[in-house]
Structure formats: C-alpha cells, structure tokens
C-alpha cells in the first residue's frame, strides 16, 4: 500500500527553523513529484514546495522562495523540507503528497492532482 509519513513539525518562534521529513513506500518513488503543501484554519490547501523524483528539479511558492528548501533521498525514498526564519504566516498542517505529474502543474493543483496524501504534520510558529 502506498504510503506518505509526515514527521517533525512542532511550536517554533517566529524567526526560528524547523525541519520535516517525509517518508515514503510503496511506489515507485523516483516516477513521482513529491510535493509539501499547507493548509490554515479556514483556508485552502495551498502548494509551498516541490521536487522531481525523477531529476531532482525544485519549484517553491513565492511566499517561501529563499526561507524554505525541499531536498529528497531516493535511496530513502525520503523528503525533507528545512524552514527557516518561520513567520506567523506558516503556521498550518503541512502535509507531503505524491503526484504523476509535473511540480511545474503539481504545486497549484494540489486537490486534483494528488495521488497520495500524508496524514499531515502541525507547524505553529510563535511571536
């Protein structure tokens, strides 16, 4: 059975980082986009990062370009998305998935394109 496993997030102060991981099994992880998305209390789930299983290549939404980097291991079948200088504004359930398709379409298309959720990790950043 395919499987997505969020672990590390946690209460962090504005300015601060954190780190969460993702694990993956049952699929063929390198023929998938892996993707971290988020979503607030009373908002959509939104795209915040994304990487190639197959080449490596990275697409980030424009409110995390430069704070967050999306890293994966495919030996591991692992993603990490390191998060730092954290803002009030990323406080949110993130949740990794996997996609058959492009990050390029993936990251802005969560709901549609999903194949697999995790069951999500809680980020909650402080002032």
């Known amino acids: 059975e395919a499987q997505l496993v969020e672990s590390g997030g946690g209460l962090v102060q504005a300015g601060g980082s954190l780190r969460l991981s993702c694990t993956a099994s049952g699929f063929s992880f390198d023929e998938y986009a892996i993707g971290w998305f988020r979503q607030a209390p009373g908002k959509e789930r939104e795209g915040v990062a994304c990487i190639s299983g197959s080449d490596g290549s990275t697409n980030y939404a424009d409110s995390v370009k430069g704070r967050f980097t999306i890293s994966s291991d495919n030996a591991k079948m692992t993603v990490d998305l390191q998060m730092n200088n954290l803002k009030l504004e990323d406080t949110a359930v993130y949740y990794c998935?996997?996609?058959?398709?492009?990050?390029?379409?993936?990251?802005?298309?969560?709901?549609?394109?999903?194949?697999?959720w995790g069951q999500g990790t809680q980020v909650t950043v402080s002032s």
């Open positions: 998935a996997a996609s058959q398709y492009y990050c390029s379409a993936y990251i802005n298309h969560p709901r549609l394109l999903t194949n697999y």
